[in-house]
């Protein structure tokens, strides 16, 4: 038996994938991107954390560090508060510089390389684990982010986690996994406002579409996913709702973007489809300094504008989700990224990267409902990304969880063409003909899947090395890079 010895080398493979990535996004955070100003929400983030340990919770911090007086402590909620949380962490363990802050978050981005390879091994076996780990730890989709003080970092972690748990728990669907689910899924929505989306589009679905459960107790489940989602949330929501004079949920940030996204440069000028932030800066608002009072004018002022151009607003939304997903002007895009702060000749490797995974990406979904594997977590991501981008506008950064499902999707496939090209070699590395035939693997089946790491002998030599039958009935030798021998729950 050969049992263990593909696991220790998945093992051994993904760790020393890990070890590489983060020495990828070290070297881009702390040498290439060294002494560079914290800009916009990284700003924020950085600040807001610090003033998190001295007792001042959510508190703007630009207006603080402005006017520098107690009675500027305003209470904020510009952004969901868990990566602000997961920095005021770091600074209680004296990561509190710029420099720890971008270490934790090369960190982050580290443990989403190894997560995206679980879901990829789930899904289609070890091999695509594997390389799904490469190209998460190379593609500049990923280590981008890595190298700032951005919540997308926490975002690709957070969604290559929900994606894992929600195909084990489809598999296996256990009030503990469903539990465990809804609590991702609510932690999403703290980092992310639009990734709320995931309680209806991976929470739900996943207890429903157990089709040899009992109808009542998918009701029941499907209550347990909302109900734990909605309690990771109420604590942040409760304070919002008592703090502000107007309602606001998990973020009062939706108004300023949507007048930042609805003004003439963004309809008819160069950022058509983008945002342009000094196109608020004549905005008048009431005395005070609540940012519910400021959102109702902002919505006023977009809702304004988008009714008085009611025809061109419908074309400037298909157009962010195209800028998003890189079919609208993709080379503008790439060179006005440096707003959000990363180099220019970044966003240009990100996007030649991006356009093969992502043709990548679609083929290995088809392949995966081709073998009645769960896709909608993957997919769940592509829409959420969608529907944000067709609200607001099109940006780069917004599609970062999209990015996880992209790579895990664009494994699934390589490793497709991997299996194809040695199936035209041959197990043995020759070329088969008339007289080479490869021994048929078992059918999937109940033990198939129980116990995929199976020994089997070959007829015409003794000395081979072992071999493993995937569930695919593949062939292959169990040393080196381990192939797909798979699901694993």
């Known amino acids: ?6 696991v220790r080398a998945f093992r ?15 070297f881009y955070g702390l040498v290439v991107r060294a002494g560079a100003p914290l800009l916009g929400d990284a700003l924020y983030y950085h600040k807001q954390a610090i003033w998190n340990l001295r007792g001042r919770w959510f508190v703007d911090p630009i207006i603080i560090e402005a006017r520098h007086h107690p009675a500027a402590l305003v209470p904020s909620a510009q952004h969901p508060p868990l990566f602000t949380l997961v920095l005021t962490l770091g600074d209680v363990l004296g990561l509190r510089s710029t420099t720890s802050q971008v270490v934790l978050n090369c960190l982050i981005g580290t443990a989403t390389i190894a997560v995206t390879a679980l879901v990829a091994r789930d899904l289609a076996g070890e091999r695509s684990g594997v390389i799904a780990a490469v190209v998460a730890a190379l593609y500049p989709g990923f280590w981008v982010f ?12 957070l969604a290559a986690l929900t994606i894992l748990a929600a195909v084990r728990c489809f598999r296996d669907c256990t009030r503990g996994r469903v539990a465990l689910l809804g609590l991702l899924t609510g932690l999403c929505a703290l980092t992310r406002t639009e990734l709320v989306l995931l309680v209806p589009l991976v929470g739900i679905p996943t207890v429903l579409w157990q089709h040899r459960m009992a109808w009542r107790r998918r009701i029941v489940l499907s209550f347990l996913v909302v109900g734990v989602a909605a309690a990771t949330m109420a604590p942040w929501v409760a304070r919002n709702l008592t703090t502000f ?15 930042s996204a609805n003004n003439p440069p963004t309809y008819y000028g160069p950022l058509t489809a983008s945002w342009c932030i000094n196109c608020l800066d004549d905005t008048t608002f009431p005395r005070g300094d609540d940012e519910s009072d400021e959102g109702v004018v902002w919505d006023a002022q977009a809702k304004a504008y988008i009714e008085a151009h009611k025809g061109r607003a419908v074309v400037v939304a298909v157009d962010r989700v195209g800028l998003v997903w890189g079919v609208y002007a993709p080379v503008r895009q790439a060179n006005q990224d440096f707003l959000e702060g990363w180099p220019t000749p970044v966003s240009f490797a990100w996007m030649y990267w991006y356009y093969p995974l992502a043709v990548l990406g679609v083929a290995g979904a088809v392949i995966l409902r081709r073998r009645r594997e769960p896709i909608y977590p993957l997919v769940a991501q592509v829409v959420v990304v969608t529907v944000a981008s067709f609200v607001t506008y099109g940006n780069y950064r917004f599609r970062a969880e999209a990015e996880v499902a992209i790579v895990i999707g664009a494994a699934v496939a390589l490793d497709a063409l991997w299996r194809a090209l040695e199936g035209r070699r041959g197990v043995d590395g020759s070329e088969p003909g008339p007289e080479t035939e490869t021994e048929p693997g078992p059918e999937p089946g109940p033990d198939t899947e129980a116990d995929t790491d199976t020994d089997t002998d070959t007829d015409t030599d003794a000395d081979a090395e072992p071999v493993v039958v995937g569930v695919a009935g593949d062939r292959v030798p169990a040393a080196g890079v381990p192939a797909g021998v798979g699901a694993s729950s």
């Open 1 to 6: 038996m050969i049992r263990g010895r593909p």
């Open 12 to 26: 051994w493979w993904i760790g020393g994938v890990c070890g590489a990535g983060l020495a990828l996004r070290l």
């Open 146 to 157: 890595d190298g700032e003080v951005m919540s997308e970092a926490l975002v690709m972690l």
């Open 245 to 259: 004079h107007h309602p606001v949920w998990l973020s009062d940030q939706l108004p300023a973007t949507l007048a």
